[in-house]
C-alpha cells in the first residue's frame, strides 16, 4: 500500500508530465503556413464575412480601445482553427480581454473556457 506522501509525489510527477505535453502541443501546434492564412488579396481565410486584409485586422488586436480589441480577438477566436488563434495572441492576452471578448465568441465560448481552464489547472498558459 501506498504511503500518503508516495501519492503526492506521484501525483506531482503525473502533473509535471502533463504540463510538459501541453507545452510540447503549444510549440508544436498545426498552424495554417503563412502563404494560405490569406488569399490574392490578403484577406484572411478566417475573416469570410468581411473584406478585410490581415494588415488591418492586426491594427485591430492592437487598437486603443479595449472594446475594439475585444471584439477583433472574439472574432479571431470564433471563426480561426484554434492553432492559429495563438499566431496573434497569446493565453495572457486572452485572459486579460476575457469578460470583454467572452460575449463575441459564439459556441466556441464553452471549448475556449474549457481550454483556458485546463492550462491555468495546469501551469502551462
Not at 500500500?1 to 501525483?11: H, K, L
Not at 506531482?12 to 508544436?28: K, Q, R, T, W
Not at 502563404?35 to 490581415?54: I, N, S
Not at 479571431?76 to 465568441?105: C, G, N
Request: charge should be neutral; include cysteine.
Amino acid at each position: 500500500m501506498r504511503s500518503a506522501t508516495q501519492a503526492v509525489e506521484r501525483t506531482e510527477e503525473l502533473c509535471e508530465a502533463l504540463a510538459f505535453g501541453i507545452f510540447l502541443l503549444m510549440s508544436a501546434l498545426n498552424r495554417t503556413p503563412p502563404e494560405r492564412m490569406v488569399d490574392a488579396q490578403g484577406r484572411p481565410y478566417f475573416l469570410w464575412d468581411v473584406d478585410m486584409t490581415l494588415e488591418r485586422f492586426r491594427d485591430l488586436l492592437r487598437h486603443p480601445n479595449p472594446e475594439t480589441r475585444a471584439y477583433a480577438i472574439g472574432k479571431l477566436m470564433r471563426q480561426a482553427k484554434p492553432d492559429d488563434v495563438f499566431s496573434f495572441v497569446t493565453a495572457a492576452e486572452i485572459r486579460e480581454h476575457w469578460d470583454r471578448l467572452e460575449r463575441y465568441l459564439g459556441r466556441t465560448r464553452e471549448f475556449w473556457r474549457w481550454l483556458l481552464a485546463t492550462w491555468q489547472e495546469q501551469g502551462v498558459a
